[in-house]
């Protein structure tokens, strides 16, 4: 029986796959021959975990909120025309994919099916509900912000390409944490604020 082709090479095929200098979100997806949803959203959370392709969250983070929600909802993957037609750079992307691909494969060693029920419709939507919550962290300007709550995205992903309720545990003590640190990152800015406001008027 042949190896399953790793995931890390998967990816690259993918974007390879094609000659122009763009490629196009619905490009990504109609090349997707199975697990579209879960492939999309690792996809689209590696560039927000890399340094090196400016505006990335501007480019996927709405793809995210809107495969996240249809998760939600239980609905098929689909990307409205307005996102399909968005579009990076091929050989930015492939860049990044090649730096993330050592990453991936160290990570696809130990992935492997457990805590089936975690990953299973049910737990679907809810890991969905949680998704659009980060996806919207993943938009937020805020500087380095959008790095944990891409990476809970990227390893609930892999939990759910390798039916690894493990990896749904991992990928909500991360969000859990990318939620405190957003919390505690606007309550220091808005201290700050007040502080300034009060110091200068006293």
Known sequence: ????????????????AGESERVSLGDLLAGIKTHARATLLLLFSI????????GTSAVTGLPLVVLTFQMMLGRPVWLPGFIANRSLLRANLLALLQRAAPY?????????????HLT?????????????????????????GNFLPALAILIAALGLLGRDGL???????IAISAVVVLIAVYWAVIAAVLYMAFSTTA
């Open 167 to 173: 990896f749904i545990l991992m990928a909500t003590a």
């Open 104 to 116: 991936l494969e160290r990570v696809e060693r130990v992935l492997h099916p457990r805590l089936a």
């Open 1 to 16: 029986m042949q190896d399953p082709v790793p995931l890390s090479q998967q990816l690259l095929s993918l974007v390879q």
């Open 120 to 144: 299973a419709e049910p737990a679907q939507r809810l890991i969905g509900g949680i998704g659009v919550l980060l996806s919207v962290l993943v938009m937020l300007p805020i500087p380095f």
């Open 47 to 54: 560039p927000n975990l890399l340094p090196g392709l400016p």
